[in-house]
């Protein structure tokens, strides 16, 4: 079975800064799938990042970018230039390429003006 | 083209009632998977269906169950309900043929009494 750890229940950062989300996980499996997901208050889940564990290259997405380490089992989360519309739940998650989603406890991030 | 609806968005029952959600994927996408999130937690996975099949289960009682529609439409029904059923329910669709992205709708609250 696969477990997603997030160890960090809350974090806060100033507008403007830098922050990094912190995520491992653990699994046996050699081909994978690792995600990041906001789910701000209106309760919707969107994908924010995405990561094939067979790709070295780290994702990136704009501000959004992951740091992987594959070796280490870790998938953390960096944005850079927080603004107040990043304020959410955020949610590490691990797949193998289907639909059934392993999620973490999820780190809720507050922007500072 | 409207994405992932859900409904109802709240509702409220006894111990020991039935509910049935109602999820409508996102055009195009012929897959539905549903999660349970409890207060502070992040989802976790119930069940996926396909071609009006359940394709995939999580490690849910047999009082779950689901439907998928011909139109890909989908309804997830909870028998004897108990306390610990109140959740946020969310519905997330796929497509098979594309990168099998998960897109979520806004979610079922339920609330046990």
């Known amino acids: 079975a696969q477990t997603v750890t997030q160890s960090q229940p809350e974090m806060s950062v100033q507008e403007a800064e830098t922050v990094t989300l912190s995520c491992t996980y653990d699994t046996s499996e050699s081909d994978y799938y690792l995600f990041w997901y906001k789910q701000p208050p209106s309760r919707q889940m969107i994908l924010v990042i995405r990561q094939e564990a067979y790709k070295q290259q780290n994702a990136t997405e704009n501000r959004f970018s992951v740091n992987f380490q594959k070796a280490a089992k870790s998938f953390s989360l960096k944005i850079s230039d927080s603004q107040l519309g990043d304020a959410a739940m955020y949610f590490c998650a691990l797949n193998f390429g289907n639909e059934k989603l392993t999620f973490g406890t999820g780190t809720r991030l507050t922007i500072i003006p | 083209d409207a994405g992932v609806t859900q409904s109802p968005t709240h509702l409220i029952k006894t111990r020991g009632q039935q509910v049935t959600l109602r999820c409508s994927p996102k055009s195009g996408h012929d897959t539905v998977s549903w999660y349970q999130q409890a207060l502070g937690q992040g989802p976790q996975f119930i069940f996926q269906y396909y071609e009006e099949e359940e394709r995939q289960r999580g490690n849910f009682p047999d009082r779950f169950s689901g439907h998928q529609f011909p139109n890909y439409s989908s309804e997830l029904n909870v028998n004897a309900l108990l306390l610990g059923d109140s959740a946020l329910y969310l519905c997330?669709?796929?497509?098979?043929?594309?990168?099998?992205?998960?897109?979520f709708g806004e979610g079922s609250r339920l609330t046990v009494l």
């Open positions: 997330a669709s796929s497509s098979t043929g594309g990168n099998r992205e998960l897109f």
